[in-house]
């Protein structure tokens, strides 16, 4: 699955690119990125300042891909887009919300 960063188009090296390098799991404000659970991204909140809103498997795809989050707003550059299938993209938001 290739990736790359906002506003560069070469491809990230296949070794930065797994979701669990950066996203631990842990629930802290010191992670490096937001947990990714079925009751975190399930959950009506705000994020990064924005309206409330949350995530379903349409808007979970749009931030992989787009990175954009549901409420529209810009994720950092620090989180990759990667170019990813529908059925891939779909199993990997089942495998996450299994969290
Ligand atoms: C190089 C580090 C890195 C990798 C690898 C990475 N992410 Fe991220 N991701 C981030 C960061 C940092 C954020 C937080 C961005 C922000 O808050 O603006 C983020 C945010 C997200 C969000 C939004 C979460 C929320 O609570 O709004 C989703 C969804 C997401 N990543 C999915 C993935 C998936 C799926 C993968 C693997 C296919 C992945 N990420 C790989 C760094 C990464």
Known sequence: MSAHLRDDDRPLPAWTTRCVSCHAGTPTAAAFAPPLTHDS???????????????????????????????????????PRYRIADAQCMALWRYVVHQ
Do not use: N, W
Not at 42 to 64: E, K, N, W
């Open 41 to 79: 991204l399930l959950a009506a909140t705000q994020r990064r300042g924005g309206p409330i809103s949350h995530y379903d498997a349409t808007a979970f795809c749009r931030a992989v891909r787009e990175g954009v989050d549901p409420a529209g707003v810009l994720l950092r550059k620090s989180m």
